[in-house]
């Protein structure tokens, strides 16, 4: 699976942006997919995750409310709305996929297979 992110921008605190995970050389259907970001300086965190199975999600306290992740399993997509964003989500996005990644593991990076290029997200305070 080759994964590729996009959408990212400069945009101002409180702005929204909607990424996008564009997924290509097999379905994306069944796979758990989540959203990463990685600020200079620090380690990659999780952000959201959707299952494949049932589409359950899962956020990280730190945009729990304010982000939105869906698929579009007709369209082999994912996407990652972002609201009421801050100047602490200044970060590369990255998307990722895995199979058979457990409820526990879902903010694991190494428990997914495949991972895309980041797009780069900066919010202006």
């Known amino acids: 699976v080759q994964l590729q992110a996009s959408g990212g921008g400069l945009v101002q605190a409180g702005g929204s942006l909607r990424l996008s995970c564009t997924a290509s050389?097999?379905?994306?259907?069944?796979?758990?997919v989540g959203w990463f970001r990685q600020a200079p300086g620090q380690e990659r965190e999780f952000a959201a995750a959707?299952?494949?199975?049932?589409?359950?999600?899962s956020y990280a306290d730190s945009v729990k409310g304010r982000f939105i992740i869906s698929r579009d399993n007709a369209k082999n997509m994912i996407y990652l709305q972002m609201n009421s964003l801050i100047p602490d989500d200044t970060a590369v996005y990255y998307c990722?996929?895995?199979?058979?990644?457990?409820?526990?593991?879902?903010?694991?990076?190494?428990?997914?297979?495949?991972w895309g290029e980041g797009t780069l997200v900066t919010v202006s305070s």
């Open positions: 050389g097999r379905t994306l259907r069944g796979y758990t």
């Open positions: 959707i299952r494949g199975s049932g589409g359950t999600t």
């Open positions: 990722a996929a895995g199979s058979r990644i457990i409820l526990s593991s879902l903010g694991t990076p190494s428990a997914y297979d495949y």
